[in-house]
Each structure stands twice: as C-alpha cells, then as structure tokens.
C-alpha cells in the first residue's frame, strides 16, 4: 500500500458488548492491512469489560466509552468527529478479513464523484448476501416478508455495480462527502440509515458502488430477527424512511 501513508483511513467499529468478535476483527485488521495507513475507532456503547488493549495491535487504536448508549448513526458520526482522515469506514464487529479489503475500494473511491464503496458480502458458508439493494418500498418491504422475492436485487458477477445503497455492515465514505453530508441522520437510531446516507449522497451527485472482486466475510447476528427492542427500531425507521422520501417517489 505505498503510497497511502498521507491518505489516512479512520475505522469505526461500535461494540453492543461484542468485545470478542471486536477482538477478533482487530487481529484480522493487523494480520491483513497496513498499519501505518489506518486508524481504528473502538465506541463501546454498552459497559463492558475488553478482552484487548489499545497497544496490542500494530495500528492505531483507539477506544472510547460512552456515558449512555447512542443509535448506529450517533455513534459512527462521533467517531468521525474524532479524528480527521482522506477516508472513513464504518464496519460492523461481525465482520471478518481474509485479506486485505481497502487498495481495491479505494481506487474505485478515488474515481470521479463516487462517495461511497462497498465489498462484496459472504457468510460463513461463502454464500453471497444482498448487501447491494433497490430503494425501499413499502411493496418491496412486504414482497419480501412473503418471501415472494428471494432472489438478490441485482445480479452480480465480476463487473463494478451502482446499487441504490449498501448496507451499512461495511461502508468505505469519502470524507469530504461525508462530512458535506453531515454523516448519518442520527434520528435514525437502528436500521435504515444505511439506505438513507446513499439516498442523500446519490441525490447532492455521489454515486455508491459495490466491487464484487473484494470479499468479506458476514457472521451475521440478526438480532432485529428475535429481539422485541430490535423489531420497534426497524419498524420504526422504516416509517421515518418512508416519510422521509414518500414525497419524491
């Protein structure tokens, strides 16, 4: 990665008392990436006991603890608050790293107006999730409650793709847009401020991309499958979404 020393990244990673899969992502982040490129960000956003130390890792890390816990959205753009940087990434702590991700994203990032960039997503299996999506309908929410539409949004192969949005389990941001954008709507606390952040970036003329030659790899927790908190928040954005954007569509 020569070259990208003055191009910093800031990673942002929020723990919901995941200190061991945090843990784990940390180690897959020193054995796969350069560590004078990046920084890494640690919000832990319920008290918790860390299993990790900020000098057991050959890159920058830093953690922080917050007074009362804050949504998806307050957490990430505190985060970027933080520290100044060329790039920022949000990353989910369930996510894992054969390899290094970020040379191939950034030079899709660094293309004429693209704002945000995505991997392609795997599970544990190798089977490829549907993180690229069309914008949110109510149609589209209930066809897929149905399990009327199984299959993916869009078909991928080995070509560069422009979904309508990403989800926000790994999203690499320009930081002069995301900063232009004032990061996420923090009035989103859980879900749908992935889909909103591309909505707006794709609107002020940044595009979203996904490169499906960059794998990682999804353990996914589903916890808004079985939690009645995790149900409320996702219904809830859902409204605050189509609020938001009935009036254009």
């Known amino acids: 990665m020569s070259g990208l020393a003055t191009e910093r990244l800031v990673v942002s990673l929020v723990s ?3 200190a061991s899969i945090v843990a784990d992502l940390l180690s897959d982040i020193a054995m796969a990436c350069d560590p004078t490129f990046l920084t890494v ?6 008290e ?27 957490n990430h753009n505190a985060a970027f608050s933080r520290m100044s940087s060329k790039f920022f990434c ?8 054969n390899s290094d991700p970020f040379p191939p994203l950034l030079a899709e990032l660094r293309k004429p107006n693209i704002g ?26 209930a066809r897929r409650l149905l399990k009327i539409d199984k299959e993916p949004d869009y078909h991928i192969n080995e070509l ?11 999203m690499l941001f320009r930081s002069d847009a995301f900063s232009e954008m004032k990061g996420f709507d923090e ?13 707006r970036f794709w609107r002020s003329g940044y595009g979203v ?19 009645v908190s995790h149900i409320r928040w996702h219904i809830a954005s859902l409204l605050r979404y189509f609020s938001k954007y009935s009036h254009n569509n």
Not at 55 to 64: A, K, M, S, T
Not at 160 to 170: C, K
């Open 16 to 18: 919901h008392k995941q």
């Open 41 to 46: 960000l640690v919000t832990i956003n319920v």
């Open 48 to 74: 918790e006991t860390l299993n990790f130390r900020e000098r057991d890792f050959p890159f920058e890390l830093g953690i922080v603890r917050n007074a009362k816990p804050k949504g998806f959205g307050a």
């Open 90 to 97: 949000v990353l989910n702590p369930d996510i894992r790293l």
């Open 116 to 141: 945000i960039v995505s991997p392609l997503i795997i599970d544990s299996s190798g089977k490829m999730e549907d993180n690229a999506r069309r914008v949110i309908t109510p149609i589209s929410i």
């Open 160 to 170: 560069t793709i422009s979904p309508d949005w990403v989800a926000g389990m790994f």
């Open 187 to 199: 009035r989103f606390f859980m879900y749908c401020e992935d889909a909103d952040v591309c909505a």
């Open 209 to 227: 991309s996904l490169v499906p030659s960059v794998a990682v790899i999804h353990n996914a927790q589903r916890k808004s499958h079985r939690n």
